[in-house]
């Protein structure tokens, strides 16, 4: 007992009263951060991954690839997206039994289920969701040359920008992000109390909740 009572004095003093609350009640608030990029920009690589490697979109057989990468339950979310549409580069090993990256875009309306938010595509603006480098792969140029990759994919079809969100927390995100052209447009917050979550405000290209457009 004496031992559960220092610890909440020490979260006293270094929360403070407010502190214990949200605590208490679960509160929670993530500030995204929205990014998006020209594709008019030069394709600019600013160095070429250090081994071979074949990459390209992702067939829906291929998404087990992922899951030594991965939980079950994100393995889940992954073959929902394909199920919907939404695709996915792969970054392959040479002959293409393993793949050890990957980047998730599509030209559609998307909902996002973590985010809370329906991030809008347009005939000019399409967007890319949440990328992924295992951890023996990273620090070897692969977002910096699968990215051009996409961007070309989305150009060749007409459009003319490209969009994401990015965690505030996450800085080699933003970094990487910014090396590439990507400029910061808008934030929004993603707010958890009481078990129940949202977003606030929403954005010319996303809207809170499922808002995706029907018909």
């Not at 899951?67 to 970054?91: C, D, F, K, N, S």
Request: proline residues 7%; contains cysteine; aromatic residues 10%.
């Amino acid at each position: 007992m004496a031992r559960a009572f220092r610890k909440l004095g020490d979260l006293l003093r270094r929360e403070g009263l407010s502190g214990l609350i949200r605590r208490a009640l679960g509160y929670r608030r993530r500030v995204m951060v929205f990014v998006e990029r020209d594709l008019a920009l030069e394709d600019r690589v600013p160095f070429m991954p250090r081994e071979p490697a074949i990459i390209r979109f992702m067939t829906p057989a291929e998404i087990d690839l992922l899951a030594p990468h991965v939980t079950p339950e994100r393995l889940e979310t992954y073959r929902r997206r394909i199920a919907e549409g939404v695709q996915v580069m792969g970054y392959f090993t040479p002959d293409e039994t393993a793949c050890s990256a990957w980047l998730w875009t599509t030209g559609r309306d998307y909902y996002e289920p973590f985010d809370r938010v329906t991030y809008l595509a347009t005939p000019s603006d399409a967007l890319h969701l949440d990328g992924e480098v295992a951890a023996d792969n990273r620090g070897r140029g692969v977002a910096f040359t699968a990215y051009p990759l996409v961007w070309s994919h989305w150009r060749r079809q007409g459009y003319a920008r490209i969009h994401c969100t990015i965690d505030e927390l996450n800085k080699p995100s933003l970094k990487i992000h910014d090396r590439m052209g990507y400029r910061e447009a808008e934030r929004f917050s993603v707010i958890s109390l009481l078990g129940l979550a949202w977003a606030r405000p929403g954005g010319p290209r996303h809207r809170p909740g499922d808002a995706r457009r029907r018909g």
